[in-house]
């Protein structure tokens, strides 16, 4: 019995463009799926009506499709094409041809009638594909799962639930609107969402049944991506240098980058520090989050915050996926999630910062544009009473927001301070 695909949001976005004479680049880190995002959108331009022979799915992982593809790119496409249809190319791992750019330009200029969709797990390849194809592609990123993609699989009753009051959060952050959460089945979801933590959103990690199944497929990813492809990729020789940057970085998830310390712990000199740095954000482990400021006298400028994309590669490489109560890193872990959520939620105009001061009031997470702030605190415990802490008051009277938001364990009544109205729903609602 063949096992269910899991559905990803981006598939309608695809095919609402498949009409289009514009390419596809979809960008992702490596076994987030998109090989199996290709198989989806093919089943559904069969299920529209394209015959079968006007679909050509190839991956450049294979030696012998990129030699052909090399020597002479339209020559061999043109191998493919039967009649004068449209003919839908879908072009697995392209950063494996140093040429891709060019080679999909002139393609996309002389070739009537094809449609191109291309995937990468770098995003500085696309992104140099993108600038041969300029105005003449759509951009976009498939990442591990998010949680309301997990849950639909797990649990669509779950999902539902979680689903609007998801709605009631991303009103609030986006546009202002006065939330009313249900607070219905909250606990089943939070259980969820902290199995979604401890082993990530890897769609095979999803799909595999029980923690030691998880982890073994983990241990594949991180060992075929991370100490492989990636090295291999940007000729990295000094493996081992790599290997405990990673380390590194992973047991200081959440916390500030702190380059000499970084470096004194691994040995790298920092210009080698900072090129994997940009590596590791070039490949989706990690992302990192700079500080907001106004006042240039008060507020730290300079060292930015440090998330993995999928906190289970994270839990991976530090050894540990103990259930989150019995761990003391299990707020960053929170924190973690909810800097994903949020990416996943932002509009292009809108940004994601923290805020700390030089008196060391801080705040977990900025969210929005200049003239509409969200401040977001994040808190491991069992919401019980609604506490605002001096480091949001203090962000609250500099800025006076319209909401903050404090996230945690349950689901409490807001209250109101000064101008702002503080929100405290659970985390699993993001």
Known sequence: ????????????????????????????????????????????????????????????????????????????????????????????????????????????DSVPDIKLIVTGSSTLDISKIATFLVGRVFLYELLPLSFAEYLRHENQRLYAIFSANHREIAGLLLKGKKPRFDKVSVAE?????????????????????????????????????????????????????????????????????????????????????????????????????????????????KNKK?????????????????????????????????STELHLIAAPTQSINYWRTTAKAEVDFVFGSPNFLTPIEVKRTVLKKPVVERSMQSFMKAYRPKNAVVFGRGTINGTRLGPTNIHFPSISFL
């Not at 004479?21 to 069969?46: D, F, H, N, W, Y």
């Open 189 to 301: 979801v939070e259980s969820h969402a902290e199995q979604y933590i401890r082993f990530g959103g890897y769609p095979a990690v999803v799909m595999s049944e029980g923690a030691p199944k998880k982890i073994e497929v983990l241990k594949n990813i991180y060992i075929t991506y991370l100490e492989k492809d990636i090295p291999g990729i940007f000729g990295i020789t000094d493996t081992q240098s790599m290997r405990k940057t990673i380390l590194n970085l992973a047991l200081n998830m959440g916390n500030l980058l702190d380059y000499n310390s970084i470096s004194a712990d691994t040995g790298l000199y920092y210009s080698k520090l900072m090129r994997y740095l940009s590596i590791l954000q070039d490949t989706y482990i990690i992302r990192l989050v700079a500080p907001f400021y106004k006042n240039r006298l008060t507020e730290l400028r």
């Open 1 to 108: 019995m063949q096992e269910k695909l899991i559905a990803r949001d981006l598939l309608d976005t695809l095919m609402s463009n498949m009409d289009r004479k514009e390419a596809v680049a979809i960008r992702g880190p490596r076994q987030s799926g998109k090989t199996t995002l290709l198989e989806m959108l093919r089943a559904r331009l069969l299920d529209k009506g394209t015959d079968e022979d006007d679909i050509t799915q190839l991956s450049f992982e294979d030696p012998a499709v990129l030699d052909e593809f090399a020597k002479d790119p339209r020559a061999y496409l043109s191998t493919f094409v039967k009649g004068s249809r449209k003919h839908y190319f879908l072009l697995d791992e392209v950063q494996y041809d140093k040429q891709a750019g060019k080679r999909l330009k002139l393609l996309y």
């Open 306 to 338: 440090l998330y993995f994309l999928d906190t289970g590669i994270r839990n991976y490489i530090v050894q540990n996926f103990n259930a989150l109560d019995k761990r003391e890193d299990s707020g960053r872990l929170f924190e973690n999630f909810v």
